[in-house]
């Protein structure tokens, strides 16, 4: 049996208000329900393998993120809000949420069954500063372990999918790019119909205009927000999601060792998957104390970032390596 339709009708002024921005609390989202399910789909396994056992350490299997993004069904609204610019940053989208009002607190926890008896939704519900203090604490632990590594390649991705829309806009107009952007999404005679079971924008429920989000954690799936009076947001699946966590084919070629030095090069082709010091020191066969010094070096030049997990610290690769190392 087919699934209901239902449309967002749209203005000439809806259409001029139309925008595309990258949000890192929907990466957040979208990401940590992907980890809940056990059978992630197979261009996943990569990142939640390496992920997955960091997020049982640091006991977020069992947080807040789990009460407010259930494995299927409703998201809690007040985890997306609406982004302010084209790439806003984590630290700006936290604090939007420490801004939640109080009522739309009250309705996400009565669509997420606040009768359930949790303790945390009731401390959401009676004292919603102090809730979202420890849930904005939550997020930022999660974005260090399951995120932060990687952002630099999502956010590329992520990136080159709104240039590459925008440019289809300014090509074909509004109207083409929409009808293309998902096989459940269908522009048809000025409103846009979604192929859903629930939780389908509506203009009665939300603002003007529609606010487009490109994920790499949507994996064949439409997510949406609608909160009156923000412009309703569609979160969609990005192109190349299904080879963003293949490993990159780079080497240590000679150009860059001569560079950068035969160690640091090293380092740098190991960090396509991010890794601890001791990691590194085993994989590549240097001294844990060689590959500090080395790290520092390539930290400071800004190929490397570094980010907490527990006691260790992961190293990731910078956008500015990946494109040293393909160069090279």
Not at 158 to 163: G, H, I, P, R
Not at 209 to 233: H, I, Y
Not at 244 to 261: I, Q
């Amino acid at each position: 049996m087919p699934e209901p339709e239902s449309g967002l009708i749209f203005s000439a002024t809806d259409l001029a208000q139309t925008r595309f921005a990258v949000s890192p609390m929907w990466e957040v989202v979208t990401s940590y329900r992907l980890l809940k399910d056990p059978a992630e789909p197979s261009p996943y396994r990569r990142w939640a393998g390496q992920v997955r056992p960091r997020l049982l350490r640091a006991g977020l299997h069992r947080g807040w993120l789990h009460e407010l993004i259930p494995a299927r069904g409703y998201l809690a609204d007040f985890l997306n809000p609406t982004p302010a610019g084209p790439f806003p940053e984590l630290p700006a989208e936290l604090a939007a949420i420490r801004a939640s009002r109080p009522e739309q607190l009250r309705r996400d926890i009565a669509e997420l069954g606040a009768g359930s008896g949790s303790a945390r939704l009731r401390l959401l519900h009676e004292e919603p500063e102090e809730a979202l203090e420890k849930v904005t604490a939550e997020i930022e632990t999660y974005w260090e372990i399951a995120l932060a590594p990687y952002w630099a390649r999502i956010r590329q991705l992520l990136e080159a999918d709104v240039f590459h829309r925008a440019r289809l806009v300014a090509e074909h107009g509004s109207a083409y790019v929409l009808n293309e952007l998902h096989e459940s999404v269908r522009w048809d005679a000025g409103t846009l119909r979604l192929v859903r079971k629930h939780c389908t924008p509506t203009r009665d429920k939300s603002g003007a205009g529609l606010l487009l989000v490109p994920s790499a954690f949507a994996w064949r799936k439409v997510l949406t927000r609608a909160v009156v009076p923000e412009p309703p947001q569609l979160a969609y699946p990005a192109r190349g999601t299904g080879t963003l966590w293949e490993p990159r084919t780079t080497s240590t070629s000679e150009a860059v060792a001569a560079v950068l030095g035969r160690s640091r090069a090293l380092l740098l082709a190991e960090l396509d998957t991010p890794a601890s010091t001791t990691q590194l020191a085993r994989h590549c066969g240097l001294s844990a104390a060689g590959v500090s010094q080395h790290l520092t070096a390539l930290r400071n030049a800004g190929l490397v970032s570094a980010h907490r997990s527990g006691r260790s610290v992961l190293y990731a690769r910078t956008a500015v390596a990946d494109a040293l190392l393909l160069a090279g």
